[in-house]
Protein backbone atom coordinates (compact mmCIF):
# COMPACT_ATOMS: atom_id res chain seq x y z
CA UNK A 1 0.00 0.00 0.00
CA UNK A 2 3.05 2.37 0.53
CA UNK A 3 4.81 1.77 -2.61
CA UNK A 4 1.54 2.22 -4.28
CA UNK A 5 0.82 5.70 -2.05
CA UNK A 6 4.56 6.90 -3.22
CA UNK A 7 3.87 6.12 -6.61
CA UNK A 8 0.65 8.22 -6.54
CA UNK A 9 2.26 11.17 -4.34
CA UNK A 10 5.45 11.26 -7.13
CA UNK A 11 3.45 11.11 -10.15
CA UNK A 12 0.99 14.44 -8.75
CA UNK A 13 4.59 15.44 -7.98
CA UNK A 14 5.88 15.59 -11.08
CA UNK A 15 2.56 16.63 -13.02
CA UNK A 16 2.46 20.26 -10.49
CA UNK A 17 4.47 22.83 -13.35
CA UNK A 18 7.28 24.35 -12.03
CA UNK A 19 6.70 28.31 -11.96
CA UNK A 20 8.87 31.03 -12.07
CA UNK A 21 9.21 33.97 -10.33
CA UNK A 22 8.75 37.17 -12.04
CA UNK A 23 12.02 39.29 -12.74
CA UNK A 24 12.29 42.27 -10.42
CA UNK A 25 12.31 46.04 -11.80
CA UNK A 26 15.78 47.54 -11.43
CA UNK A 27 15.54 50.25 -8.90
CA UNK A 28 18.40 53.31 -9.09
CA UNK A 29 16.95 55.83 -6.71
CA UNK A 30 19.55 54.47 -3.99
CA UNK A 31 22.87 54.69 -7.03
CA UNK A 32 23.76 57.96 -7.97
CA UNK A 33 23.33 59.61 -11.70
CA UNK A 34 26.05 59.67 -13.90
CA UNK A 35 26.31 63.43 -15.14
CA UNK A 36 28.34 64.70 -17.64
CA UNK A 37 29.55 68.23 -17.99
CA UNK A 38 26.85 69.17 -20.59
CA UNK A 39 23.56 71.46 -21.31
CA UNK A 40 21.57 68.42 -22.36
CA UNK A 41 21.79 64.71 -23.25
CA UNK A 42 20.74 63.38 -26.55
CA UNK A 43 19.85 59.41 -26.73
CA UNK A 44 20.34 58.12 -30.46
CA UNK A 45 19.63 54.38 -31.78
CA UNK A 46 21.50 53.36 -34.82
CA UNK A 47 19.85 49.73 -34.44
CA UNK A 48 18.70 48.25 -37.74
CA UNK A 49 15.25 46.35 -37.79
CA UNK A 50 15.72 42.90 -37.86
CA UNK A 51 12.69 40.84 -37.85
CA UNK A 52 13.93 37.48 -38.93
CA UNK A 53 15.78 34.53 -37.52
CA UNK A 54 18.21 34.41 -35.96
CA UNK A 55 17.29 37.73 -34.54
CA UNK A 56 14.51 37.14 -32.31
CA UNK A 57 14.04 40.70 -30.45
CA UNK A 58 10.90 40.90 -31.49
CA UNK A 59 9.43 37.82 -29.70
CA UNK A 60 10.81 39.72 -26.16
CA UNK A 61 8.70 41.58 -23.76
CA UNK A 62 11.49 44.49 -24.18
CA UNK A 63 14.20 44.84 -26.77
CA UNK A 64 17.63 45.49 -26.16
CA UNK A 65 17.54 48.26 -28.06
CA UNK A 66 14.54 49.83 -26.09
CA UNK A 67 16.22 48.57 -22.74
CA UNK A 68 19.41 50.44 -23.64
CA UNK A 69 17.24 53.71 -24.27
CA UNK A 70 15.73 53.46 -20.88
CA UNK A 71 18.73 53.17 -19.31
CA UNK A 72 20.24 55.71 -20.40
CA UNK A 73 16.99 58.11 -20.05
CA UNK A 74 17.74 57.02 -15.94
CA UNK A 75 21.15 57.01 -15.70
CA UNK A 76 22.86 60.13 -17.72
CA UNK A 77 22.09 63.14 -16.93
CA UNK A 78 23.66 66.96 -18.09
CA UNK A 79 25.07 68.97 -15.11
CA UNK A 80 24.84 72.53 -17.11
CA UNK A 81 28.75 73.29 -16.68
CA UNK A 82 29.43 73.82 -20.21
CA UNK A 83 27.72 74.49 -23.33
CA UNK A 84 28.23 71.06 -24.99
CA UNK A 85 26.01 68.39 -25.71
CA UNK A 86 26.09 64.98 -25.11
CA UNK A 87 24.93 61.65 -27.58
CA UNK A 88 24.33 58.63 -26.19
CA UNK A 89 24.53 56.10 -29.20
CA UNK A 90 23.24 52.90 -29.18
CA UNK A 91 25.15 50.94 -32.23
CA UNK A 92 24.34 47.60 -31.76
CA UNK A 93 21.50 45.62 -29.44
CA UNK A 94 20.51 42.54 -30.73
CA UNK A 95 19.31 38.76 -29.60
CA UNK A 96 20.54 35.81 -31.38
CA UNK A 97 18.71 32.71 -30.93
CA UNK A 98 21.03 29.59 -32.08
CA UNK A 99 20.07 25.81 -32.29
CA UNK A 100 22.91 24.33 -29.97
CA UNK A 101 21.74 20.36 -29.95
CA UNK A 102 23.10 18.28 -26.85
CA UNK A 103 25.32 15.20 -27.85
CA UNK A 104 23.46 12.80 -25.52
CA UNK A 105 19.98 11.18 -26.40
CA UNK A 106 18.55 11.80 -22.97
CA UNK A 107 19.24 15.27 -22.66
CA UNK A 108 16.76 18.10 -24.56
CA UNK A 109 18.10 20.38 -27.13
CA UNK A 110 18.86 23.63 -26.75
CA UNK A 111 18.57 27.30 -28.18
CA UNK A 112 21.36 29.27 -27.44
CA UNK A 113 20.61 33.04 -26.75
CA UNK A 114 23.25 35.62 -27.12
CA UNK A 115 22.64 39.18 -26.29
CA UNK A 116 25.01 41.58 -28.00
CA UNK A 117 25.31 45.42 -27.57
CA UNK A 118 27.25 48.25 -28.16
CA UNK A 119 27.23 52.04 -27.24
CA UNK A 120 29.19 55.15 -27.65
CA UNK A 121 28.67 58.37 -25.30
CA UNK A 122 30.09 61.57 -27.00
CA UNK A 123 30.37 64.95 -26.00
CA UNK A 124 30.09 67.79 -29.21
CA UNK A 125 30.87 71.44 -29.20
CA UNK A 126 28.16 73.71 -30.42
CA UNK A 127 29.62 73.40 -33.87
CA UNK A 128 28.76 69.47 -33.78
CA UNK A 129 32.57 68.75 -33.44
CA UNK A 130 33.57 65.61 -31.20
CA UNK A 131 35.24 66.67 -28.27
CA UNK A 132 35.59 63.67 -26.38
CA UNK A 133 33.93 60.00 -27.04
CA UNK A 134 34.06 56.83 -25.23
CA UNK A 135 32.49 53.34 -26.86
CA UNK A 136 31.34 50.36 -24.20
CA UNK A 137 30.15 46.90 -25.79
CA UNK A 138 29.46 43.62 -24.27
CA UNK A 139 27.60 40.43 -24.44
CA UNK A 140 25.95 37.85 -22.62
CA UNK A 141 24.95 34.24 -23.39
CA UNK A 142 22.55 31.41 -22.19
CA UNK A 143 21.08 28.30 -22.96
CA UNK A 144 17.54 27.04 -22.64
CA UNK A 145 15.77 24.02 -23.70
CA UNK A 146 13.55 24.46 -26.57
CA UNK A 147 10.76 22.71 -25.05
CA UNK A 148 11.03 25.54 -22.58
CA UNK A 149 7.60 27.84 -21.56
CA UNK A 150 7.42 30.87 -22.51
CA UNK A 151 7.29 32.11 -19.39
CA UNK A 152 11.07 30.75 -18.89
CA UNK A 153 12.03 32.24 -21.81
CA UNK A 154 10.70 35.72 -20.32
CA UNK A 155 12.20 35.76 -17.03
CA UNK A 156 15.51 34.48 -19.00
CA UNK A 157 15.31 37.41 -21.13
CA UNK A 158 14.47 39.71 -18.37
CA UNK A 159 17.57 38.43 -16.62
CA UNK A 160 19.63 38.96 -19.49
CA UNK A 161 18.60 42.22 -19.92
CA UNK A 162 19.53 43.11 -16.17
CA UNK A 163 22.97 41.74 -16.49
CA UNK A 164 23.12 44.15 -19.40
CA UNK A 165 22.41 46.78 -17.33
CA UNK A 166 24.99 45.47 -14.60
CA UNK A 167 27.73 45.54 -16.91
CA UNK A 168 26.39 48.87 -18.07
CA UNK A 169 26.68 50.50 -14.58
CA UNK A 170 29.88 48.48 -13.87
CA UNK A 171 32.02 50.23 -16.82
CA UNK A 172 30.01 53.42 -17.32
CA UNK A 173 31.55 55.21 -14.61
CA UNK A 174 34.80 54.49 -15.21
CA UNK A 175 34.63 54.97 -19.12
CA UNK A 176 33.01 58.27 -18.33
CA UNK A 177 36.26 59.02 -15.62
CA UNK A 178 38.94 58.70 -18.01
CA UNK A 179 37.58 59.48 -21.42
CA UNK A 180 34.74 62.24 -20.61
CA UNK A 181 35.35 63.95 -17.38
CA UNK A 182 37.54 66.72 -16.95
CA UNK A 183 39.41 65.77 -13.85
Known amino acids: MKKIFLSVLMFLCA ?3 NYEKAPK ?26 EKLPHVKNIMPLSPEKALKNWGLIR ?10 AE ?19 VYDNYKYILSYAIKVQI ?8 KSTSIEGFISRKLPQKASVTQRDNMFAQMLSEMEDQLDKETPKEFKENLLDL
Open 88 to 106: FIIEKAQMIREESPEKSWF
Open 124 to 131: LDKDNNVL
Open 25 to 50: IKDYSQVPLLELPVNRVNIISKVEAM
Open 76 to 85: IRPNYQKNDK
Open 15 to 17: CIP
